[in-house]
């Protein structure tokens, strides 16, 4: 069991926008940062948001990351077919442990 | 261009040893923290643990405290991670990711990741 709660799947068809969320506690998103990763299938995963909404030079705009209190989320707007893949959001505990969801396969229908 | 490469995965028998290296390029590696992080075949991400850019400072998930060890020669730009009495629970691809900060304490994130390399314990 992860110590970061997201659900397990998420889905969407192209154009629409999707939110993945990420639940975590007061020791892990509510002091830290969090960060969002995208695992393409059979791929390493590839950072896609960090440091709670920021955005690597590279990724598309369509994808942003917002956090409040405990919890976080990951929003895809205009959903393509290529963003099919695996999402994991991420932070450091204040144990000096970091900590991932548990991943949420998106499927664009 | 940051490249990270992974090797020394492969088949070892419950109770063994095995040393897994990821050979960095394309920024100042002593620079920057890093960090191992695992993938059970069909499961999430796990981290494993992380080594301050310096080596000074190493942080390791319960998981396998006592039994990994993590460590960098800078000289080579290569990070190492030993892994002893290896279990069964420890099969999965095994990544090498670059921190964005040189410090663990500044709890930052991974921004760029090797291809993996896969370990298999199994008798």
């Known amino acids: 069991q992860s110590v970061l709660t997201q659900p397990p799947s998420a889905s969407g068809t192209p154009g629409q926008r999707v939110t993945i969320s990420c639940s975590g506690s007061?020791?892990?998103?509510?002091?830290?940062?969090v960060y969002w990763y995208q695992q393409l299938p059979g791929t390493a995963p590839k950072l896609l948001i960090y440091?709670?909404?920021q955005r690597p030079s590279g990724v598309p705009d369509r994808f942003s990351g917002s956090k409040s209190g405990t919890s976080a989320s990951l929003a895809i707007s205009g959903l393509r077919s290529e963003d099919e893949a695996d999402y994991y959001c991420a932070a450091w505990d204040d144990s000096l442990s970091r900590v991932f969801g548990g991943g949420t396969k998106l499927t664009v229908l | 261009e940051v490249q990270l490469l992974e090797s020394g995965g492969g088949l070892v028998q419950p109770g063994g040893s095995l040393r897994l290296s990821c050979a960095a390029s394309?920024?100042?590696?002593?620079?920057?923290?890093m960090s191992w992080v695992r993938q059970a075949p069909g499961k999430g991400l796990e981290w494993v643990s992380a080594i301050s850019g310096s080596g000074g400072s190493t942080y390791y998930a319960d998981s396998v405290k006592g039994r990994f060890t993590i460590s960098r020669d800078n000289s080579k730009n290569t990070l190492y991670l030993q892994m002893n009495s290896l279990r069964a629970e420890d099969t999965a691809v095994y990544y090498c990711?670059?921190?964005?900060?040189?410090?663990?304490?500044?709890?930052?994130?991974?921004?760029?990741w090797g291809q993996g390399t896969l370990v298999t314990v199994s008798s």
């Open positions: 990711a670059k921190e964005e900060d040189s410090s663990i304490a500044a709890r930052r994130g991974l921004d760029y």
């Open positions: 440091r709670n909404n």
């Open positions: 007061s020791s892990n998103i509510g002091s830290n940062y």
């Open positions: 394309g920024f100042t590696f002593s620079s920057y923290a």
